[in-house]
């Protein structure tokens, strides 16, 4: 099908749908509930399409006045100069009407769980897991979204050997979904002192965050244990059974959850992470095929692949999967300033879907 005839069959369907939505009572609920949900993702694409339409009209005229000779010298110049701000607009308006007719990923809207675990480095990849942990929050209240932290494994030093927390707000997953991988870090530890620059590095994994009605969970596949709560190096910090550990006997994932004092509120925080966990491992698994004939993508999704380095001697932040390095370390760690990064990510996704369209 041409891009024209896809683009007039979006507006007959948008128009039907209208119709029908006049009549409610014809429609009954379930089903008024769903027209109005797709004519209202819909609308947007068809305004943008109007738009595309008017400006390829407006191209056409003002070539019609270019190219007549018995228009006068004002006018033609007048035709001249609109027709070039239009044809440099023209692509800009056509490029971004065919970001709006991608498929949606269904999780974008979704709220998400972040989890930050400490990886080869010892007690310095503990340290870089923290402030990762923090840059994210820091990043959450920039754009007004609820930071809930879920559970934090510290290592008694300052650093996190692991750390969740569950994030709130409008197009979280659709942000973040990009940060999921092996995040290393090279600067020189507080302890060092020669002044020996070290490497280490910390995953970072985020999961749209699943409702029950996305990903069914059988009671009878799931064990599940309590244990009494235990802080560094063993310490106990709860006299009572109040930590679950959680395990999807199908799949093998396992999720332990302690902060709580309330073994019950542990339980709700464990299968909350539990069904991401899981929602995440089937969405991955119906994208692999998709993705390995794609012609490009922004990473792999695999939390095993490196895809940032933060040089701090240097002031540098270099994302591996766009080449993009910026000389402003303390303003994207202390301060959470993603959106430079997370925008060019978002670009260079859109770009490759777009290929893969076409």
Do not use: C
């Given at each position: 099908?041409?891009?024209?005839?896809?683009?007039?069959?979006?507006?007959?369907?948008?128009?039907?749908?209208?119709?029908?939505?006049?009549?409610?009572?014809?429609?009954?609920?379930?089903?008024?509930?769903?027209?109005?949900?797709?004519?209202?993702?819909l609308t947007p694409i068809v305004d943008n399409i109007h738009e595309f339409d008017?400006?390829?009209?407006?191209?056409?005229?003002?070539?019609?006045?270019?190219?007549?000779?018995?228009?006068?010298?004002?006018?033609?110049?007048?035709?001249?100069?609109?027709?070039?701000?239009?044809?440099?607009?023209?692509?800009?308006?056509?490029?971004?009407?065919?970001?709006?007719?991608?498929?949606?990923?269904?999780?974008?809207?979704?709220?998400?769980?972040?989890?930050?675990?400490?990886?080869?480095?010892?007690?310095?990849?503990?340290l870089f897991a923290a402030v990762l942990f923090r840059m994210y929050q820091k990043?959450?209240?920039?754009?007004?979204?609820?930071?809930?932290?879920?559970?934090?494994?510290?290592?008694?030093?300052?650093?996190?050997?692991?750390?969740?927390?569950?994030?709130?707000?409008?197009?979280?997953?659709?942000?973040?979904?990009?940060?999921?991988?092996?995040?290393?870090?090279?600067?020189?530890?507080?302890?060092?002192?020669?002044?020996?620059?070290?490497?280490?590095?910390?995953?970072?994994?985020?999961?749209?965050?699943?409702?029950?009605?996305d990903i069914k969970i059988e009671d009878k596949d799931l064990r599940i244990d309590?244990?009494?709560?235990?802080?560094?190096?063993?310490?106990?910090?709860?006299?009572?059974?109040?930590?679950?550990?959680?395990?999807?006997?199908?799949?093998?994932?396992?999720?332990?959850?302690?902060?709580?004092?309330?073994?019950?509120?542990?339980?709700?925080?464990?299968?909350?992470?539990?069904?991401?966990?899981?929602?995440?491992?089937?969405?991955?698994?119906?994208?692999?095929?998709?993705?390995?004939?794609?012609?490009?993508?922004?990473?792999?999704?695999?939390?095993?692949?490196?895809?940032?380095?933060?040089?701090?001697?240097?002031?540098?932040?270099?994302?591996?999967?766009?080449?993009?390095?910026?000389?402003?370390?303390?303003?994207?760690?202390?301060?959470?300033?993603?959106?430079?990064?997370?925008?060019?990510?978002?670009?260079?996704?859109?770009?490759?879907?777009?290929?893969?369209?076409?």
């Open positions: 099908m041409s891009f024209e005839k896809k683009l007039q069959e979006l507006i007959v369907k948008h128009s039907e749908m209208e119709r029908k939505m006049g009549d409610p009572a014809a429609l009954g609920g379930k089903e008024f509930a769903r027209v109005s949900k797709e004519y209202s993702d008017r400006a390829k009209r407006s191209v056409a005229e003002a070539e019609a006045i270019v190219a007549d000779p018995a228009m006068d010298k004002d006018m033609k110049e007048m035709a001249e100069e609109e027709l070039r701000e239009l044809k440099k607009k023209l692509p800009e308006i056509e490029q971004m009407l065919k970001v709006s007719l991608l498929p949606k990923d269904e999780a974008d809207e979704k709220n998400a769980i972040l989890e930050v675990r400490a990886g080869t480095g010892g007690e310095e990849a503990a990043y959450a209240e920039n754009h007004g979204w609820k930071f809930e932290i879920m559970s934090i494994y510290d290592t008694g030093l300052g650093g996190y050997k692991e750390a969740s927390a569950e994030i709130t707000g409008k197009g979280v997953f659709a942000r973040l979904k990009f940060e999921s991988g092996v995040h290393r870090v090279q600067r020189v530890p507080e302890t060092e002192s020669s002044g020996r620059v070290h490497t280490s590095a910390a995953t970072v994994a985020v999961l749209p965050e699943a409702e029950e009605v309590v244990f009494r709560s235990s802080g560094p190096g063993g310490q106990s910090v709860n006299t009572t059974d109040s930590a679950v550990r959680i395990t999807h006997i199908p799949t093998g994932v396992v999720v332990s959850m302690q902060d709580e004092k309330s073994q019950h509120k542990n339980k709700a925080k464990a299968m909350k992470v539990l069904r991401s966990r899981i929602y995440e491992a089937e969405r991955a698994a119906k994208d692999a095929k998709r993705a390995a004939t794609r012609k490009g993508q922004v990473g792999s999704g695999d939390r095993s692949e490196r895809i940032r380095t933060y040089n701090f001697p240097q002031s540098r932040v270099t994302d591996h999967r766009i080449n993009m390095t910026l000389y402003k370390i303390d303003a994207i760690v202390n301060e959470g300033e993603l959106d430079e990064i997370i925008e060019a990510l978002v670009s260079e996704d859109e770009a490759a879907r777009l290929s893969e369209s076409l």
